[in-house]
């Protein structure tokens, strides 16, 4: 529900702050006092586009904003749009907020910037605007055919028949890609050729990286041999080598050993340590040499390797990991070419399957889908009657449509108001007046199966009095119980059923015209019905007995 709207510099309003409670709020006032503002609020709001003499005189922008809880309201009806936006509501408090300036508009929700789609989306699943301002989803030919269904409880057929439609559309995917991933007999020809050059080579894991080791070796064996035959050199060399000049130091620190010297074996173990390093590095130095050859023929072979590899490489990926993948995706495509006729026949008999089971669900679903509107017809005209429309008429047409999730059906809801007329699509009856009566007729009997919340009536009793108009206001009051109401009126009869009544005066402060509304008591609200059946003690006396 809505439970606050703030108005600032919006037309004639300097600044307004509206508390709404649950239930039926009624909205009443002299004509031209500025009660249709509050409908222009909203609909600015929900998405509509601002032009730049919406913003009072003499200010340079106007903000609004409102305050919606949304606690109440069955969980799937926003969670998932609003989770897909970004948006996480723990506390159950939704705020938008939109300035306008001459320039630009900036758009929020819950402080976060949106565009004006994302509030019209959002809005879509908020409100109904039954009026001037239209924002009315019942006038869209998917919604009617999404209300039909709720109203017959036709859920688990729509699924089932959605479901089915899925499945066929899966397969029809799988069909198309197997045509399209087919190669031709030159691809064909390509791919065995892939296939026969990787087999070919024969190709070992962590190979490439073995055999680059070796090349390196291989390539730089006279470099190696000759280095490492100095390096032995220089450590046993017979005059000048480390082992000669370690054996020395080693001579000359045993020389000391009749001083005494603490510190001395010390030394003497950390020279036989080194002398030793020396010798296992000599060594191992020594011995790597001799296993390192110049083989011509053996690097020759390297060689040829390593240019299978780089080829193999250049062409399939840069890892062997790569290469055999290749190898195994070209399998894949010739294994599909191979299978084509046996794979396509399973696909086509899977796809057969497939659309005859969504074409039972989806006429067991017209069936019923007829059978319901058949129903609902006869209490939208019954209630219609009461509303005023002595004549009307209300239809559900039904068109075959090109099979989808939603079945095979097209529906449009048709209305006539008078005798002789003939019936028309909901969205193309031209009078405000008559159209939100004829969605109160529609909110009232689909109460139940309506997941919009907040139903907006704009004049709904314009051109009816008397005993239509106390209908009018006891279908509102119903209305009520399962959605919060606006209602702007003329009517006293009607007025007097709302839980909640507000005022709109205009006024003049400093030289200037003020649009204001206030929430009245109950002196007040006698008041304001008592100036609305024409003023005067009589009427007050009326008014008491209404509100009574």
Same mark, same amino acid.
């Given at each position: 529900m809505i439970e606050l709207i703030k108005i600032k510099n919006?037309?004639?309003?300097?600044?307004?702050?509206?508390?709404f409670g649950s239930g039926f709020n009624v909205i009443t006032g002299?004509?031209?006092?500025g009660k249709t503002v509050i409908m222009k609020a909203l609909a600015l709001l929900l998405g509509e586009r601002a032009g730049r003499n919406i913003i009072r005189n003499g200010e340079d922008k106007c903000e609004i904003s409102a305050i919606f809880n949304l606690k109440n309201l069955s969980a799937d009806l926003l969670d998932d749009f609003l989770k897909e936006a970004g948006f996480e509501l723990d506390s159950g408090i939704l705020v938008i907020r939109r300035v306008i300036s001459k320039s630009s508009s900036r758009n929020f929700i819950n402080d976060t910037p949106v565009?004006?789609?994302?509030?019209?989306?959002?809005?879509?699943?908020?409100?109904?605007?039954?009026?001037?301002?239209?924002?009315?989803?019942?006038?869209?030919?998917?919604?009617?055919?999404?209300?039909?269904?709720?109203?017959?409880?036709?859920?688990?057929?729509?699924?089932?028949?959605?479901?089915?439609?899925?499945?066929? =559309?899966?397969?029809?995917?799988?069909? =198309?890609?197997?045509?399209?991933?087919?190669p031709s007999p030159i691809e064909a020809e390509h791919l065995r050729g892939i296939v026969k050059s990787i087999e070919d080579a024969d190709l070992k894991s962590g190979e490439d990286r073995e055999i680059?080791?070796?090349?390196?070796?291989?390539?730089?064996?006279?470099?190696?041999?000759?280095?490492?035959?100095?390096?032995?050199?220089?450590?046993?060399?017979?005059?000048?080598?480390?082992?000669?000049?370690?054996?020395?130091?080693?001579?000359?620190?045993?020389?000391?050993?009749?001083?005494?010297?603490?510190?001395?074996?010390?030394?003497?173990?950390?020279?036989?340590?080194?002398?030793?390093?020396?010798?296992?590095?000599?060594?191992?130095?020594?011995?790597?040499?001799?296993?390192?050859?110049?083989?011509?023929?053996?690097?020759?072979?390297?060689?040829?390797r390593l240019n299978v590899l780089q080829t193999l490489k250049r062409k399939y990926g840069s890892t062997i990991e790569d290469i055999e993948k290749t190898k195994s995706e070209a399998l894949e495509k010739l294994d599909k070419l191979d299978n084509f006729e046996y794979l396509m026949n399973d696909l086509k008999?899977?796809?057969?399957?497939?659309?005859?089971?969504?074409?039972?669900?989806?006429?067991?679903?017209?069936?019923?889908?007829?059978?319901?509107?058949?129903?609902?017809?006869?209490?939208?005209?019954?209630?219609l009657q009461t509303l005023g429309f002595k004549n009307a008429k209300f239809f559900v047409e039904f068109k075959k449509s090109q099979p989808s999730g939603n079945g095979i059906d097209?529906?449009?809801?048709?209305?006539?108001?008078?005798?002789?007329?003939?019936?028309?699509?909901?969205?193309?009856?031209?009078?405000?007046?008559?159209?939100?009566?004829?969605?109160?007729?529609?909110?009232?009997?689909?109460?139940?199966?309506?997941?919009?919340?907040?139903?907006?009536?704009?004049?709904?009793?314009v051109n009816i009095g008397g005993e239509t108009a106390v209908v009018v206001g006891q279908k509102l009051k119903n209305l009520s119980k399962s959605h919060q109401l606006l209602c702007i009126s003329h009517l006293p009869m009607v007025a007097a059923c709302a839980d909640?009544?507000?005022?709109?005066?205009?006024?003049?402060?400093?030289?200037?015209?003020?649009? =204001?509304?206030?929430?009245?008591?109950?002196?007040?609200?006698?008041?304001?019905?008592?100036?609305?059946?024409?003023?005067?003690?009589?009427?007050?006396?009326?008014?008491?007995?209404?509100?009574?």
């Amino acid at each position: 529900m809505i439970e606050l709207i703030k108005i600032k510099n919006l037309a004639l309003v300097k600044e307004n702050e509206i508390e709404f409670g649950s239930g039926f709020n009624v909205i009443t006032g002299e004509t031209g006092a500025g009660k249709t503002v509050i409908m222009k609020a909203l609909a600015l709001l929900l998405g509509e586009r601002a032009g730049r003499n919406i913003i009072r005189n003499g200010e340079d922008k106007c903000e609004i904003s409102a305050i919606f809880n949304l606690k109440n309201l069955s969980a799937d009806l926003l969670d998932d749009f609003l989770k897909e936006a970004g948006f996480e509501l723990d506390s159950g408090i939704l705020v938008i907020r939109r300035v306008i300036s001459k320039s630009s508009s900036r758009n929020f929700i819950n402080d976060t910037p949106v565009t004006l789609a994302m509030l019209k989306h959002l809005g879509d699943r908020l409100i109904d605007i039954h009026g001037p301002y239209e924002h009315q989803s019942l006038l869209h030919p998917s919604h009617q055919l999404s209300i039909l269904d709720a109203f017959g409880n036709l859920s688990g057929l729509k699924k089932r028949t959605e479901d089915w439609w899925w499945k066929y =559309q899966s397969v029809e995917e799988e069909l =198309q890609e197997l045509e399209k991933d087919l190669p031709s007999p030159i691809e064909a020809e390509h791919l065995r050729g892939i296939v026969k050059s990787i087999e070919d080579a024969d190709l070992k894991s962590g190979e490439d990286r073995e055999i680059a080791e070796k090349h390196k070796v291989l390539a730089n064996s006279k470099e190696i041999i000759e280095t490492i035959s100095s390096a032995v050199k220089l450590l046993n060399d017979s005059d000048n080598g480390v082992s000669n000049i370690l054996v020395e130091i080693r001579r000359a620190l045993i020389s000391l050993k009749k001083l005494e010297i603490s510190e001395l074996d010390n030394f003497l173990k950390e020279c036989d340590n080194i002398m030793n390093a020396v010798r296992e590095l000599a060594f191992d130095l020594d011995n790597f040499s001799s296993q390192t050859e110049i083989d011509e023929s053996a690097f020759f072979e390297i060689e040829n390797r390593l240019n299978v590899l780089q080829t193999l490489k250049r062409k399939y990926g840069s890892t062997i990991e790569d290469i055999e993948k290749t190898k195994s995706e070209a399998l894949e495509k010739l294994d599909k070419l191979d299978n084509f006729e046996y794979l396509m026949n399973d696909l086509k008999k899977q796809k057969e399957d497939t659309f005859r089971k969504f074409e039972t669900a989806a006429e067991e679903l017209s069936e019923k889908r007829k059978k319901t509107a058949d129903s609902l017809s006869k209490k939208i005209t019954k209630t219609l009657q009461t509303l005023g429309f002595k004549n009307a008429k209300f239809f559900v047409e039904f068109k075959k449509s090109q099979p989808s999730g939603n079945g095979i059906d097209s529906i449009e809801f048709l209305f006539s108001a008078n005798r002789g007329e003939s019936v028309n699509p909901l969205r193309e009856v031209a009078s405000s007046g008559e159209i939100s009566r004829v969605m109160l007729a529609l909110k009232t009997v689909i109460a139940d199966a309506d997941s919009i919340p907040i139903l907006v009536f704009d004049e709904i009793d314009v051109n009816i009095g008397g005993e239509t108009a106390v209908v009018v206001g006891q279908k509102l009051k119903n209305l009520s119980k399962s959605h919060q109401l606006l209602c702007i009126s003329h009517l006293p009869m009607v007025a007097a059923c709302a839980d909640r009544h507000y005022k709109v005066q205009k006024s003049v402060i400093n030289e200037r015209t003020v649009s =204001q509304i206030e929430l009245l008591d109950k002196c007040g609200r006698l008041e304001e019905i008592a100036r609305m059946l024409g003023g005067g003690s009589a009427a007050r006396n009326h008014a008491k007995k209404l509100l009574d």
